[in-house]
């Protein structure tokens, strides 16, 4: 007996389907990118900004549609999640870029000045996430103060010129050496605070510098502001520690961290101690960064 066996053709595997972008999916990661673009707004108070950011995770034709604007737009996509938004940064020929440069030329149009608003930042930066795993840990949060990051400063600049003193370069530094040795000079000159006859803080002075850093770091959604004390204390958000990320590689940041003025054992960060303070110019209540 012989066993009947039906054959049949085998069903076509169907090709999948790739759905055409649409004017409404463009609007959409335009939007989503757009939010980006408004630091301060949180996404877990948008529920248009948390559902796109939600669509992104999940729709991947739709998160490369939302990466192509931006990167049309000039933007650098540093992060997109619940914690930080779409997080994104401004290369250096777009339109949104805001060169410290120009940032610093609003602020005075000294050129002393304009180089102590870049190492104000700098300080900012490294008092923030002195070390590696701080940057790495989403987690963490630093909080600085005004007061503490002219401190930290001062101090820097006490450590630079004993490194001068002991290479004997008591004139201007040479001419190979790096940023910060160039620095240490201009900073000490300057008064920590000054003060109008109303005691408002000096804008020239270095915790004027420093206040109008912090300010515009608050302003661009990278600090909030947690109080008075200090000059004024801050802690720092997803975004600011993304950036920082970004610019943690810089010859500048990493000489000014190995300096060793910000040493951290037990995840709580302070300024070593000085040999000889009498002769170091430190603001009113310099309150010590501390860290979470």
């Known amino acids: 007996m012989t066993e009947h066996v039906e054959w049949s053709e085998p ?3 169907a090709a999948p389907a790739t759905a055409a972008v649409t004017p ?35 729709d991947p034709p739709f998160a490369r549609l939302a990466d192509a604007v931006a990167a049309g737009l000039g933007l650098v996509v540093l992060e997109v ?30 050129s002393g000045d304009r ?10 930066a490294a008092m923030s996430f002195p070390r590696p795993e701080d940057l790495a840990d989403d987690g963490y949060i630093g909080r600085v103060s005004v007061n503490g990051v002219d401190a930290f400063v001062r101090q820097a600049c006490r450590r630079l010129e004993e490194r001068a003193e002991e290479q004997g370069q008591n004139s201007d530094p040479a001419t190979d050496a790096p940023g910060l040795e160039a620095a240490w000079r201009i900073w000490t000159r300057r008064s920590s605070t000054g003060a109008t006859k109303d005691a408002r803080r000096l804008a020239g002075s270095t915790t004027g510098i420093i206040g109008k850093a912090v300010a515009f770091l ?20 997803a975004r600011y520690q993304l950036q920082v990320r970004d610019m943690a590689g810089s010859a ?9 003025i910000v040493p951290v054992t037990d995840g709580t960060a302070s300024l070593l101690p000085a040999e000889d303070t009498d002769d170091v110019e430190l603001a009113v209540g310099a309150g010590l960064p501390f860290h979470s």
């Open 24 to 58: 409404a999916d463009a609007a959409d990661a335009a939007r989503l990118v757009a939010f980006g673009l408004q630091p301060k707004l949180q996404p877990a108070r948008d529920q248009e900004y948390a559902e796109l950011l939600r669509r992104y995770r999940e």
């Open 218 to 237: 608050t302003d661009s959604g990278f600090l909030q502001r947690t109080g008075d004390d200090s000059g004024g204390t801050y802690r720092t958000t």
């Open 81 to 110: 999640s619940p914690r930080a938004g779409m997080a994104v940064t401004a290369a250096e020929d777009s339109v949104f870029a805001v060169r410290m440069g120009d940032y610093a030329r609003r602020a005075s149009t000294d």
């Open 252 to 260: 500048a940041m990493a000489e000014l961290l190995e300096l060793g």
């Open 115 to 124: 180089f102590l608003h870049g190492l104000a930042h700098l300080a900012v």
């Open 11 to 13: 069903e076509a595997t």
